[in-house]
């Protein structure tokens, strides 16, 4: 049974940081590229940041492009996305998926 499971988010004001973590199981994560995606309340899914199977390659959209990080640890099956910088307009629900499974997401708000 695949699971991901993301944890990490929260309220932070602007100009914080935070580190959402996705723990996957139940597939062969080594072999998936992985995918952040984000919600914002009232608007459609908006792509994040990717990342190859190895890690060797990401990337990341411009609206987030120089703030956000992603990073996996294949022996861990771990995910991340590390948040910089954070601004009113990064508030949205965070999601990781392989594009064939998708976890329960995390919420950030990011609020003075």
């Known amino acids: 049974q695949v699971q991901l499971v993301e944890s990490g988010g929260g309220l932070v004001q602007p100009g914080g940081s935070l580190r959402l973590s996705c723990a996957a199981s139940?597939?062969?994560?080594?072999?998936?590229?992985m995918f952040w995606v984000r919600q914002a309340p009232g608007k459609g899914l908006e792509w994040v940041a990717v990342?190859?199977?190895?890690?060797?390659?990401?990337d990341s959209a411009e609206s987030v492009k120089g703030r956000f990080t992603i990073s996996r640890d294949n022996a861990r099956n771990t995910l991340w996305l590390q948040m910089d910088r954070l601004k009113f307009d990064d508030t949205a629900r965070y999601y990781c998926?392989?594009?064939?499974?998708w976890g329960q997401g995390t919420q950030v708000t990011v609020s003075s």
């Open positions: 998926t392989n594009l064939n499974d």
């Open positions: 139940g597939f062969t994560f080594s072999s998936w590229w």
């Open positions: 990342i190859s199977p190895s890690g060797g390659f990401t």
